[in-house]
């Protein structure tokens, strides 16, 4: 079982661009959370992908979207990037439905903003 | 809205110490409380997990006590290893809303173990 995968590792970017992260959930797990992880900071709850719907957003703007397969695997993207935007970039996977399963994390995408 | 926070590093100890990382929490409701483990350059490890008041949480020795009368959390390990050292992380969910997987997150607390 690879477990939660994340692609790219690492990445940079300019101002003003567009990126796009990937993830791959655990098998068998069918919903998918994204975090911000600010270097010295603990992640922030970016929003969670159900049934290819965000069923639950955390306080980022519109310039953070994402979107989830009918595979289950999701993608994030974030426009008009800012240099605030520089982070570890998390994703976490868990089935639904079952009751105290746990969140598996990957182990994120650094993205740099220059 | 809900918050944790979580005693401020980094903390240095030696072999075999013991060590406290203290954890409160505001929440609205029961929710549910875990630590989590950042080894470098890696993702985030569930540790240890409490879903319920007095419920302890335990692995790899280590322990924390969901203490609803003191919003608390606290993990302990009676003695440490090098291979300790990571960075720890106190979070909880709120379990009033079917399905959430939505985690606060503490800021983290860095841990360094020397020989």
């Known amino acids: 079982d690879a477990g939660v995968t994340q692609s790219p590792t690492h990445l940079i970017k300019t101002r003003g661009q567009q990126v796009t992260l990937r993830c791959s959930p655990k098998?068998?797990?069918?919903?998918v959370s994204w975090y911000q992880q600010a270097l010295g900071q603990g992640p922030q709850f970016i929003f969670q992908?159900?049934?290819?719907?965000?069923?639950q957003r955390g306080n980022f703007p519109d310039r953070f979207s994402g979107h989830q397969f009918p595979n289950y695997s999701s993608e994030l993207n974030v426009n008009a990037l800012l240099l605030g935007d520089s982070a570890l970039y998390l994703c976490?996977?868990?089935?639904?439905?079952?009751?105290?399963?746990?969140?598996?994390f990957g182990q994120g995408t650094r993205l740099t903003v220059v | 809205g809900d918050s944790v926070t979580q005693m401020e590093g980094p903390v240095t100890l030696s072999e075999e110490a013991f060590l406290t990382i203290n954890c409160t929490y505001t929440?609205?409701?029961?929710?549910?409380l875990f630590w989590y483990v950042q080894y470098p350059g890696e993702g985030l490890q569930l540790l240890l997990k409490?879903?319920?008041?007095?419920d302890k949480g335990s692995n790899k020795g280590f322990e924390a006590t969901y203490r609803k009368e003191t919003t608390s959390f606290h993990l302990e390990k009676g003695s440490v290893q090098v291979s300790d050292s990571a960075v720890y992380f106190c979070?909880?969910?709120?379990?009033?809303?079917?399905?959430?997987?939505?985690?606060?997150f503490g800021q983290g607390t860095r841990l360094t173990i020397n020989p």
């Open positions: 929440a609205t409701g029961y929710p549910s």
């Open positions: 979070a909880l969910s709120d379990t009033r809303i079917q399905g959430a997987q939505k985690l606060v």
């Open positions: 992908y159900y049934e290819e719907e965000e069923r």
């Open positions: 098998s068998g797990h069918d919903t």
């Open positions: 409490a879903t319920k008041a007095d």
């Open positions: 976490a996977s868990r089935k639904l439905g079952v009751s105290n399963t746990e969140a598996f």
